[in-house]
């Protein structure tokens, strides 16, 4: 009977030694960790990544980035981080772009958005702004193929050893982005010299990549002045728009009593969101009606 005891313990302890080495070699090894400002990009590095990296988000969901203030802790756990991946001009990343090697001298700093042609104008909002330089560079899909071939060569840089791993995602999510701009620049061919209105200006770059006319209603960010919208609205109704994009967090309310002036569709879009292809996808359709 004891005979029999000891061999099933014996068996069993087999059994939990096979299960734990059964894992796969990225949970048995510490994972490392980058850093990045937003949910789409953390969407595009996990596609390059996979479970060799830790991919943390700097900006809560639903937060404003252009008014957010990470928490002490948010900028301690930088700490952790091999690197921090900036898209580059968001507002909250100007704060404390200066910042971050004070909590990790050692931390690799990449702007992925870098060898983009910036769009200005559209976005003033203070005077550190770099010359009101539009952040959102990636609701441009042609963008995203840019910002993940810098993401692929600084990951690179980080992780030699897993080089052709990571190619072989790059290059399987790029066919994907490229099938994906087709689809929609066919989608969007018989609306071209067209325009839409949103509030804030987060679609300068999907509009310049398909010839549309983005009409912007946003005031520098603050309280819109009765005349500077009259004028807005007016121009907004001479050029006939397909839709009013409203961004999520937007008073609905204010959203909707602006559309009845202007007699269009309205259609709420989150460009902060982790899922990426379908806010942009949304997008498309919503323009192509």
Request: hydrophobic share 40%; glycine share 6%.
């Amino acid at each position: 009977m004891r005979k029999s005891v000891v061999s099933l313990v014996c068996a069993c302890v087999a059994v939990m030694m096979a299960a734990c080495a059964g894992g796969s070699k990225a949970d048995r090894e510490e994972v490392r960790v980058i850093t990045v400002s937003i949910l789409p990009q953390k969407y595009f590095l996990e596609k390059i990544v996979g479970d060799r990296f830790d991919v943390k988000c700097m900006l809560d969901k639903g937060g404003n980035p252009e008014t957010y203030e990470p928490s002490m802790s948010y900028m301690m756990n930088l700490e952790k981080s091999d690197a921090y991946f900036l898209m580059g001009s968001i507002g909250f990343e100007l704060s404390i772009r200066s910042k971050i090697k004070e909590y990790n001298p050692d931390i690799k700093v990449c702007d992925v958005s870098e060898g983009i042609e910036l769009i200005s104008g559209s976005h003033h909002f203070d005077a550190d702004d770099k010359e009101g330089i539009d952040p959102h560079t990636w609701t441009s899909v042609a963008n995203a193929r840019v910002i993940i071939k810098n993401m692929l060569d600084d990951v690179v840089e980080l992780d030699p050893e897993h080089k052709a791993e990571y190619e072989s995602n790059y290059r399987d999510f790029d066919r994907e982005l490229s099938e994906f701009q087709d689809s929609i620049a066919l989608r969007l061919q018989s609306v071209k010299g067209g325009a839409f209105v949103v509030w804030h200006p987060s679609l300068s770059y999907f509009a310049r990549d398909y010839g549309l006319e983005q009409i912007s209603l946003e005031y520098d960010g603050k309280e819109v002045p009765v005349k500077y919208m009259e004028k807005k609205v007016a121009y907004a109704v001479s050029r006939k728009p397909s839709v009013f994009f409203f961004q999520k967090g937007m008073d609905t309310n204010q959203a909707r009593t602006v559309n009845a002036q202007i007699g269009t569709r309205l259609v709420e879009i989150n460009p902060l969101d982790y899922d990426w292809k379908s806010e942009i996808m949304k997008i498309a359709d919503a323009l192509s009606r």
